[in-house]
C-alpha cells in the first residue's frame, strides 16, 4: 500500500524532473554547453507562471505565460551572453552559475523569501480514488500524465521527425551537419528555445507541489543533473529513463531512509558510473 | 586558366591548426566539370586543403572564390548551400540517423532546402536517384548508419553529398579502406559524377586510380605543392613520384 503510494510519488517527481532534464541533456549534446542556469530558468519560470495565475486566475494561462517568459530569456542568454564565449565550456559553467545567482536574488526582491505555492485550478484538486482503495492527490496523478505525454511528444518528434533527425545529426558530428548545410547555431537557438520553455512550464506545474522558494533551483538542477548523467548526457531517452530511475528512487529512500535521501541517489549513482561511465544511453564524445 | 570560367579558385592560402602552420602558400584553380586530384603523403596537410575550402578550417591568409565569389571566411553552412559537397575522411555517416534520414538531411529544410533547377549547375538528384546510383543502400534504407559496413558507409557518404545537388564535391581519401571492387565501383561513381558536370575535388592515396580518372593533378608535400600538370606528366616524372608520394606510389603507378 504504502510501496504504490511512494511508487506513484516517484513517479510524479520523475515527470517533472524529465520536463527539466530533457532540454538540458539536449542542449549539452548539440553544443557541450553545461547550462547550471537550468534550474534557475525552472524558478523564474515558475515565479511569473505564480503572477499570472495570481493576476488572472488562470492556472493554464500561468503555464503558457511561464514557458514563454523563459524562453524569451534563455534567447538573450544564449545570444548574448553564452554565444560569445563559444567552445570555451568552463567559462560557460562559471557564467551559468552567475546567470543563476542573478536570476535567483532578481527573484528573491520580486517575490520574496517565502514559500508559496501555485494555486490549482478546482477541477486538479482534491483526491483521486484509484483502484485498491488507494487514495491519492489528483493534481500529482494528472502530473504524471502530464509528464508522460510531453515524454512521448518528445520522442516522436525526436526520433520521428525531420527536424528530430537534424538534432541527432547534430548530437551525432555537429561539424558534418555544417557542412552539409545545417545552420547549426540556429538549430541550438531552437533546442534550446525548447529545452527553455519546457523548464518554465516545470516551473509552473512544479511549484503547485513542492512550492517555489529561494534555492529550490539548485535542488531541483542537483536532481536533473544526476537525472542526465544516469542516464547518459545528451541523449533524450536517457533523460526519459533516468527521471524514472531518480524519481523512484528519491520517493522510496525519503520513505525508507528518511535521513539519508541524498545519499541514496548520489551513491548508486557512482555505482553506475563505475560500471557505465557514459550513463545508460551515452556514447563517448 | 581563365579567372572567369574557373568554378573554384584557391589563391595563396595559408592554414594554421593555432600556433601549427600547416598550407603554406596553396593555389589552385578547377573548372566545372572537372576532376583535379591532390595526392601526397600522410599529414602532408591534404585533409586541411579540403576543410579550408569547406569553412571547417578557415585559411588565416589568401582567397578562395566559387565562380568568382569569394567564400574566404564564410561560414560553413553557407558554403554547403552556394554548392559545395564534401565527402570526409572517415565518412562521418551519422550513426544514429537512419540511412534515409542522412540522405534526407541535406535536402531538409532547415538545411537551406534542396538546390538546382533547370539552369542551374548539375542535373539534380534525388532520393531515388541516388538509390538506384548505390543499389545497396536501397536494401539497407531504414538501418542506422552505424550499422553499415565500410563500403555502404562510403557509398551513403557520396549519396549524402549529392543530395544537395551539389556544383563541387570534395572527396577526402573515399577507397581508404575499402575492397579492390568497392573501389573500382567508387572510380566508377567519379566518372559518372564528372559526365554529370560536377566538379571533384578529390584527395587520394590510391595513386593508380586517382591518375586514371583526374584531369590535372597537384602534389603537396608539407603544406606546399611540389608539382603541378595533366596526370600523365606526373607518371613520367619518376622523381616527384619517388620523393613526394613514397615507394608505393610508383609501385602503383607502374
Ligand atoms: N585538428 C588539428 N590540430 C592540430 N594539428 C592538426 C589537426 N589536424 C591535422 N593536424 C596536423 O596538420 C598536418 C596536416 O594534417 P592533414 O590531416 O591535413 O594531413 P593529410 O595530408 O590529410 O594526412 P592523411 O593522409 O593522414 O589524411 C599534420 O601534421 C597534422 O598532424
Ligand atoms: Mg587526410
Redesign the pocket.
Known amino acids: 500500500m504504502s510501496f504504490i503510494i511512494q511508487t506513484i510519488n516517484g513517479l510524479s517527481l520523475a515527470a517533472l524532473l524529465f520536463l527539466l532534464s530533457a532540454g538540458f541533456t539536449l542542449t549539452f549534446g548539440l553544443m557541450r554547453v553545461v547550462n547550471l542556469a537550468h534550474g534557475a530558468l525552472y524558478l523564474i519560470g515558475g515565479y511569473v507562471g505564480l503572477s499570472v495565475v495570481w493576476t488572472t486566475d488562470n492556472f493554464w494561462l500561468g503555464i503558457v505565460a511561464g514557458g514563454f517568459f523563459v524562453v524569451v530569456l534563455a534567447a538573450l542568454i544564449d545570444r548574448f551572453l553564452i554565444r560569445p564565449t563559444g567552445e570555451n565550456h568552463l567559462a560557460q559553467v562559471l557564467l551559468t552559475v552567475g546567470v543563476a545567482i542573478v536570476i535567483a536574488d532578481i527573484a528573491l526582491a520580486i517575490w520574496g523569501g517565502d514559500n508559496l505555492r501555485v494555486p490549482t485550478p478546482e477541477m486538479l484538486r482534491g483526491p483521486i480514488f484509484l483502484p485498491g482503495d488507494i487514495i491519492y492527490p489528483r493534481y500529482r496523478f494528472v502530473l504524471i500524465l502530464f509528464g508522460l505525454a510531453a515524454a512521448v511528444i518528445m520522442w516522436v518528434l525526436y526520433r520521428r521527425t525531420q527536424i528530430g533527425a537534424i538534432v541527432r545529426a547534430g548530437v551525432d558530428d555537429r561539424e558534418m551537419a555544417s557542412a552539409l548545410g545545417i545552420n547549426i547555431n540556429l538549430l541550438f537557438a531552437l533546442v534550446f528555445a525548447v529545452g527553455a520553455f519546457l523548464a518554465g512550464v516545470a516551473g509552473v506545474v512544479g511549484g503547485a507541489f513542492l512550492t517555489l522558494y529561494p534555492g529550490v533551483e539548485w535542488e531541483i538542477l542537483i536532481l536533473a543533473l544526476v537525472v542526465v548523467i544516469v542516464g547518459g548526457l545528451g541523449s533524450l531517452e536517457g533523460a526519459i529513463v533516468g527521471s524514472v530511475i531518480v524519481g523512484l528512487i528519491d520517493a522510496y529512500g525519503r520513505w525508507l531512509m528518511p535521513e539519508m535521501s541524498y545519499f541514496v541517489i548520489f551513491a548508486p549513482m557512482a555505482v553506475l558510473l563505475l560500471v557505465r561511465p557514459t550513463g545508460i544511453f551515452g556514447q563517448e564524445h | 586558366m581563365a579567372q572567369a570560367e574557373a568554378l573554384l579558385t584557391v589563391r595563396d592560402i595559408h592554414t594554421y591548426?593555432?600556433d601549427?602552420y600547416?598550407l603554406q602558400g596553396l593555389s589552385l584553380a578547377l573548372r566545372e566539370g572537372q576532376i583535379v586530384a591532390i595526392l601526397?603523403r600522410?599529414?602532408?596537410?591534404?585533409?586541411?586543403l579540403i576543410r579550408s575550402v569547406a569553412g571547417l578550417t578557415p585559411p588565416r591568409s589568401g582567397d578562395i572564390l566559387l565562380r568568382g565569389e569569394p567564400i574566404t571566411g564564410a561560414r560553413s553552412y553557407d558554403i554547403a548551400r552556394r554548392g559545395v559537397g564534401l565527402v570526409p575522411?572517415g565518412r562521418r555517416i551519422f550513426t544514429s540517423l537512419t540511412v534515409r534520414e542522412n540522405l534526407l538531411l541535406p535536402a531538409s529544410v532547415l538545411a537551406g532546402g534542396r538546390r538546382g533547377g533547370p539552369d542551374e549547375g548539375p542535373p539534380e538528384w534525388d532520393l531515388d536517384e541516388v538509390l538506384d546510383q548505390f543499389p545497396q543502400l536501397k536494401a539497407r534504407i531504414n538501418n542506422l548508419g552505424g550499422a553499415l559496413s565500410g563500403g555502404e558507409q562510403q557509398m551513403l557518404a557520396i549519396g549524402r553529398a549529392l543530395m544537395r545537388n551539389p556544383d563541387l564535391i570534395l572527396m577526402d581519401?573515399p577507397s581508404e579502406g575499402l575492397s579492390p571492387r568497392l573501389v573500382e565501383q567508387v572510380g566508377d561513381i567519379m566518372t559518372t559524377l564528372k559526365k554529370r558536370n560536377h566538379a571533384i575535388l578529390l584527395v587520394e592515396?590510391n595513386i593508380g586510380m586517382a591518375l586514371a580518372i583526374a584531369d590535372y593533378v597537384y602534389v603537396l608535400s608539407v603544406g606546399k605543392f611540389v608539382f603541378e600538370g595533366p596526370p600523365s606528366e606526373l607518371t613520367a616524372n619518376a622523381e616527384v613520384i619517388d620523393r613526394h608520394l613514397g615507394v608505393t606510389g610508383s609501385e602503383q603507378v607502374a
Open positions: 591548426y593555432g601549427s600547416v601526397g600522410n599529414g602532408m596537410g591534404k585533409t586541411t575522411q581519401e592515396q
